[in-house]
């Protein structure tokens, strides 16, 4: 496993960003990023809670093996109440998002409560703050990822954002990493904002330890080897 044991708690409402220890004995129990991520949705929210409320909350996650070798690990989830269904809405995507969160130190990103005015979430690795979003607030993902990149003079910085549809509360908005991979199913953007958050950007650099590097490596090169023989996955 390669929890960092860590979660960052953000209270929009308060403008605060608080670290606190992941819960390891769910962690165990309910393996796996949106196991965890429903299991702590589940115990902080009232099952009747309106979507687009304050009360309810948003959590972005990342899973035990996110940020090391093993194939098709490099995925995080976003998980709240969904503004579309009104269930739980688990929604998970690739690209290198969910890497640079788990490589900042933190397994798991909670949102409660509503931003006044529009902000966007700055992570680098212990340093988290919210930020005016005022200047990005009515543009498009790309434009909002690349104008982040650029302010803070870092391209290597990691953004998931929403565009003008999850402003608006559309109902199937989504959530965009990495320019074109989306955390796309049951209206988790349009969660994203109407909380008035409009970005997470992350730059991590503190590595990822695994607990036990040689037998995971065992394990991780026979799967690599499985999949490069097969004739579909063997392409890529």
Known sequence: MAWARNVLRVNLTAGTCTNEPLNMDWAMK????????????????????????????LIMTTGPLTGTMASTAGRYSVVTKGALTGAIACSNSGGFFGNEMKNAGYDMIIFEGKAPKPVYLLVQDDSAQLVDAAG??????????EGIKAKHGDPQIRVAS??????????????????HRAAGRSGVGT??????????????????????????????????????????????
Request: proline residues 3%; aromatic residues 8%; hydrophobic residues 40%.
């Open 136 to 145: 990005f607030w009515g543009k498009s993902v790309w434009d909002t990822e």
């Open 30 to 57: 309910y393996l796996g990023q949106r196991g965890l991520a429903t299991k702590y949705l589940y115990e902080e929210i009232d099952p009747k809670v309106d979507p687009l409320s304050p009360d309810n909350k």
């Open 162 to 179: 929403i565009g003008i549809s999850g402003e608006k509360g559309c109902k199937f908005a989504c959530v965009v990493n990495d320019m």
């Open 191 to 236: 969660v994203m904002g109407s909380k008035n958050l409009k970005a997470v950007a992350i730059r991590g650099t503190k590595g990822v330890k695994v607990e036990d590097f040689a037998a995971f490596a065992q394990v991780t090169n026979a799967a690599k080897a499985v999949l490069a023989e097969n004739a579909v996955t063997g392409q890529g």
